[in-house]
């Protein structure tokens, strides 16, 4: 299974990897700041770590991205629980990601600026 | 509706006799035109959007209507739409280099060469692609800032024009035949001492090269080595030689500067430290302004009620000139005088300060008298504290009479200071030519080895360097470009550019720079070291090597440590190359004087001629890069050409007019070019520009314009007499952008004396307001506009430009170009008015009231042509915050950022162009075709479907330059300044990761980290400051409290986020109403 990748060490070619969550060149995205603000690895890229084959969990379209930046509180986690492939919203999610806002001083109404994603 | 082609404004030279007669033209005005209120400017006003008109190429038949939409129609069922994106691999790294983190990018110290000189760079690198030059901060030559030139040569990296491999005799052949042929016939020569082995080179700092010339001249001690650079110092050499008897470079502390006069000096052009003038004249012009009240004291301590507080105080600078320059455009005092008559000038000022054997002439006129002596007596009020400067093309006696100036005034030792020459051997450079083309055409020469110049083109054209170098028997010559000179090379050998090879070079203070390279060769190809190595090392050793090797024999600090921090500021004598000899045949040479320029002949009736570079493309070297075409010069605003250069009011008496193709003649040769008047030219004189009319640049600079080279010999200096000029009819069309975007006389740039200012009980209002500007300013509620977003708390972003700074160089234009991957139109599209620059250099002149006549032949309002006052003011997006670009839109594709960024979004728009009719700033960019994708344009023509050919189909070259945070632009898409949002984002995401809301200057620290738009980081006068307004310490918050600040057209509540500091001027008081500015 790993030979693809020994074989890339071997002789120096990269591999191929096909993309699959590919956004658009006109918009930019930074992991490193959702990251640090809560949002998980599986609230895009759905339960990887059960997909034999990659797929897009999510349809990636801007209608998609800004509900979560008009609303980030329902998808907001403790930073413990970032890599967390199994993390579920809480009970009390809406509660709870509101005080993480306020915690982490996510300026919401920035988040559906034009500029924040398009430059 | 058909665009009217504006370029061919037709103004008469009675028609703004008329206008100035009665006064009734603007204060301040960018063209002729404008000033004489002609009919083509009216028309060009009041056609509201003349640049939006597109004109169909042909007709629209019913049937090829039919089958453009076929075509349309069919395309969009291949495409499918929008649905999907294409398929696209990644491909990592198998071994991923140190530090690389995909998305962030790196920086490297490295240096820029011009010249010779090395002035120190930080190169932005992402993914091992070099995107973007910045200066090297702490480095003497650039303290991280650039010039217009330094930005551009990123261009040059990528150029798919560069030559590629080695030929032979015009076939492909290769680097090694080339080294065995070549070591052939030194061999050859090797018993003779390798006679008739002859070295041209440029003017050589690097320590390195150095070395390695002169073991070449150690085993070869009859070989000569020549030195040329189109754009030589040898004025400046020779003129420091005879004052001091010794080749030194001087220095020039503008910073010390109190009082400062250039004698055709363009001190923000020319020479190896033209940044660290800017830099040092516009700490001088740096105001901190204060409530009045709260900090007494002011300019010279006299006055009470300061509201200027500025430490140390303004400096105060005369200008006398030739061709209008930068350095005058800034000056307090500017003296428009014909280049013969700068000897008397400058002889008339040393006699006045009391330089022995200086005489005052007697044929000057009352009101330069009267000049030059309220100049004098302020120096020597300042004693110490002045600079007297000549200009590099001024013969060596001006030099060395300023320098005894400085001398007598005391000013030797603190304002001016010398230094050991950086340069490995000076020569007088034009004389060691001269010794290569006598030695060609005396047969003597057997190998002749060009390495990085181009003679055939950029020599006198009396010396004949074409005709010489056929002569010898084998030329190898290295250049970046298959060149006029690579006609006559038996070798050609592709060069590499500074940002992919190892070197080293000075700067104009001494201090050693390191190259190091930030690409692999794009296109293969030797550097200087490794082509010399070739010949002299048993094994071809690597640039690396042989700087390292170079760096170790010194004994130097860590190679790391110097490879970060980019240059050694105090490099030892054997470091820099102080200890490498020469063969004594090196030194003597035959260096006689050159003959002075100022004496040359005189036949009466002629014409003076100035000869000067390029403002843009310099000597010719950066001919071919289309940044540099397509920058509006700073003070003609021409581009894409060269041009006649005259007076107005001499292009009146000969009734010439703007495009009117014209012959000049001195000495017996003639060029043919096009005419411009050119406002503050003096009479009877002609400025020529060299750079142009090359017949083998690469396929953008290609027969632009005319070559001014074929007309100058070797006996002038910069300038000679002589010359005449006739018209030959027909017009040549010149692309000038001096009436584009034009927001007519209102209010815009706005200055006052410095007195005045301090003066003024309200100097805030007098701002306001201005002397000519009544305009009503609407309050905080006057609003139909949304209001809510004024209540953000966190970043308010606002931009301050200081036109006291400003003194208009062009950087921020280029800076802006590389960072937002801004294309180039062409020369036809510029004259549509389709330039695409986000930030433009608005040029004003004014009439002011002031001005008066002095040549006795001159009425009034010629002299205001003569020398009219220059303003700079640098226009981006003024980002207001009642937009009137964003309500107009109709899909919604410009919004409002909480920041108060007027955001723009390309996706969205469908190109209405409603935005841009709307915005009174005239700001707004579309692009009309798909220039991102012929990027280059074929002799400043955007390319057709009928003229592509395969050299444009590959412009893939230039696609790792642009800047991967920035979304390239398509057809029909609008744009415009973002503030560089790109670098707002990640600044951003840096302070919130790290727990702030708001940027806040004083914390973020560091070249690279801090948050600076790309125009702000490249000004060399720190002219432009950017930050967050609602933190009321940064720099931007204190500079729009100043009293100096005001918006433009804000009667319009607009509201702009840009601002502008007025100028404050500090003239003499004994020349009010004498001659000058």
């Known amino acids: ?119 | 509706m058909t665009v009217k082609n504006r370029s061919k404004f037709a103004v008469d030279a009675e028609s703004f006799r008329v206008q100035l007669a009665g006064k009734s033209g603007p204060a301040y005005w960018r063209s002729l035109d404008e000033l004489a209120q002609s009919d083509a400017f009216r028309e060009y006003v009041e056609n509201e959007f003349p640049d939006q008109a597109a004109a169909p190429a042909d007709a629209l038949t019913r049937r090829n209507f039919l089958q453009v939409m076929g075509a349309t129609l069919a395309l969009a069922g291949v495409s499918g739409g929008c649905a999907r994106q294409p398929n696209e691999k990644i491909y990592p790294y198998v071994k991923a280099p140190e530090e690389v983190v995909p998305g962030k990018p790196l920086y490297f110290a490295s240096a820029h060469v011009e010249g010779g000189y090395g002035k120190g760079i930080l190169v932005e690198s992402h993914m091992g692609r070099p995107t973007k030059v910045e200066g090297l901060p702490g480095h003497p030559a650039t303290d991280g800032a650039t010039d217009a030139h330094m930005q551009a040569s990123i261009l040059d990296l990528y150029d798919p024009d560069r030559s590629q491999s080695v030929m032979h005799r015009g076939e492909l052949s290769t680097w090694d035949r080339c080294v065995v042929d070549m070591n052939g016939v030194l061999d050859t020569l090797r018993p003779r001492g390798g006679e008739g082995v002859h070295l041209l080179t440029g003017t050589v700092t690097s320590p390195s090269q150095a070395r390695m010339l002169s073991r070449l001249l150690g085993s070869y001690p009859n070989a000569r080595w020549h030195q040329y650079e189109p754009m030589s110092r040898d004025n400046v050499r020779e003129g420091i030689r005879r004052a001091l008897g010794d080749t030194l470079e001087v220095i020039y502390h503008f910073d010390r500067a109190d009082r400062i006069v250039t004698l055709d000096a363009d001190i923000f052009s020319e020479g190896p430290a033209n940044i660290r003038h800017m830099l040092d004249y516009a700490s001088r012009r740096s105001v901190i302004d204060g409530a009045r009240g709260n900090h007494p004291g002011g300019a010279d301590g006299d006055s009470d009620g300061d509201h200027a507080v500025h430490t140390p105080p303004l400096n105060r600078m005369y200008a006398v000139e030739c061709t209008p320059t930068l350095a005058g455009a800034s000056a307090d005092h500017r003296l428009s005088i014909r280049p013969g008559q700068m000897n008397a000038v400058a002889q008339g000022l040393a006699a006045a300060i009391g330089v022995d054997g200086a005489s005052a002439s007697v044929d000057d006129s009352e009101s330069i008298r009267t000049w030059i002596a309220a100049a004098a007596t302020d120096l020597a009020a300042h004693r110490g504290r002045g600079i007297v400067i000549a200009g590099e093309n001024q013969p060596p006696e001006i030099h060395a009479l300023a320098y005894a100036m400085n001398d007598l005034l005391g000013n030797v030792g603190s304002t001016v200071t010398t230094v050991a020459t950086p340069e490995a051997r000076p020569v007088n450079q034009l004389e060691s030519l001269r010794d290569l083309v006598a030695d060609l055409n005396a047969d003597r020469v057997e190998l002749l080895l060009i390495l990085g110049q181009n003679p055939v083109y950029a020599t006198p054209a009396d010396l004949d360097f074409a005709a010489a170098v056929q002569r010898a028997k084998t030329v190898a010559q290295l250049g970046r470009y298959l060149d006029e000179t690579s006609d006559y090379a038996h070798w050609h050998v592709p060069e590499l550019h500074p940002l992919e090879t190892w070197g080293d070079v000075r700067a104009y203070d001494g201090s050693v720079l390191l190259i190091q390279p930030l690409i692999a060769p794009l296109y293969g190809g030797k550097s200087t070291l490794e082509f010399i190595s070739a010949l002299v090392d048993d094994a071809e050793r690597s640039a690396h090597d042989i700087v390292q090797a170079n760096w170790r024999s010194a004994g130097a600090d860590s190679w790391q440590i110097a490879l970060s921090q980019g240059f050694i500021e105090d490099p030892g004598a054997a470091w820099s190359g102080g200890e490498v000899s020469f063969p004594a045949a090196q030194r003597s040479g035959r260096t006689a004087p050159r003959p002075a320029g100022t004496d040359a002949v005189d036949d009466g009736d002629g014409f003076d001629i100035c000869f000067r570079p390029d403002p843009t493309v310099g000597d010719g070297s950066y001919c071919n890069n289309a940044w540099m075409q397509e920058l509006p010069k700073s003070l003609t605003k021409v581009t894409w050409d060269n041009a006649v250069y005259i007076s107005p009011v001499t292009a009146g008496a000969l009734g010439l007019e703007n495009e009117d193709r014209v012959r000049v003649t001195y000495r017996e040769r003639s060029v043919e070019g096009a005419v411009w008047k050119q406002p503050g030219h003096p009479q009877n004189s002609i400025t020529v520009h060299f750079g142009y009319g090359r017949p083998a640049a690469g396929k953008v600079g290609r027969d632009m314009g005319f070559n001014a080279y074929s007309i100058w010999t070797s006996d002038t200096a910069g300038f000679g007499r002589g010359a005449r000029i006739e018209a030959i009819g027909g017009k040549y069309a010149l692309a000038c952008t001096e009436g584009h975007y034009a927001m007519e006389n209102r209010g815009l740039v706005r200055h006052f004396s410095q007195e005045t200012f301090n003066g003024s009980e309200h100097p805030a209002e007098l701002v306001t307001h201005g002397e000519h500007h009544e305009f009503h300013t609407a309050g905080e509620d006057e609003t139909l506009f949304r209001a809510d977003w004024q209540e953000w708390h966190g970043n308010k972003w606002g931009m301050t430009i200081d036109l006291n700074k400003c003194v208009g160089c062009n950087a921020c234009i280029t800076a802006c170009q590389s960072e937002n991957i801004i294309p180039c139109v062409g020369k036809t599209e510029v004259r549509k008015g389709r330039e695409m620059h986000w930030i433009r250099l608005d040029r004003y002149y004014t009439t002011g009231s002031t001005w008066h006549s002095y040549l006795p032949m001159a009425g009034e309002s010629e002299s205001v042509l003569e020398n009219p006052n220059v303003y700079f003011q640098p226009l981006p997006c003024m980002q207001c915050e009642n937009a009137p670009c964003e309500v107009v839109c109709p899909v919604g594709a410009t919004q409002h950022s909480r920041e108060g960024l007027n955001d723009m979004v390309y996706n969205r728009c469908i190109g209405t162009r409603y935005c841009s009719n709307n915005c009174p700033y005239k700001v707004r960019r579309f692009n009309f075709f798909n220039y991102s994708k012929t990027p280059l344009g074929s002799r400043g023509d955007r390319v057709t479907r009928a003229n592509i050919n395969w050299t444009h189909k590959n412009p893939e070259s230039l696609k790792p330059m642009r800047n991967p945070d920035v979304t390239v632009r398509g057809r029909g898409v609008m744009e415009k300044c973002t503030y560089c949002v790109q670098r707002i984002n990640l600044q951003r995401i840096e302070d919130k990761k790290n727990g702030r809301v708001m940027y806040d200057e004083s914390e973020a620290a560091g070249p690279v980290d801090r948050l600076q738009t790309a125009c702000q980081q490249a000004c060399p006068t720190r002219a432009i400051t950017f930050g967050n307004l609602n933190d009321p310490e940064s720099a931007v918050a204190v500079s729009a409290r100043s009293p100096r600040n005001y918006g433009i057209l804000t009667e319009l509540n607009t509201r702009p986020r840009t601002t502008y500091l007025a100028r404050l001027t500090n003239p003499n008081p004994e020349l009010d109403g004498v001659v000058g500015s």
């Open chain 1, 1 to 119: 299974m790993f030979e693809p990748l020994r074989e890339s060490w071997r002789n120096g070619s990269p591999l191929q990897w096909n993309r699959v969550y590919d956004l658009p060149d006109f918009a930019y995205f930074n992991h490193s700041i959702h990251v640090n603000k809560g949002i998980g690895c599986s609230t895009c890229h759905g339960e990887i770590h059960k997909m034999p084959l990659t797929r897009k969990a999510v349809s990636l379209r801007m209608s998609w991205c800004v509900a979560c930046h008009k609303d980030p509180a329902p998808h907001l986690r403790p930073l413990e629980d970032v890599y967390n492939m199994d993390w579920k919203p809480a009970r009390n999610q809406r509660e709870l990601g509101e005080q993480f806002i306020e915690e982490r001083n996510i300026q919401v109404a920035q988040l559906i600026n034009c500029s924040i994603c398009h430059r």
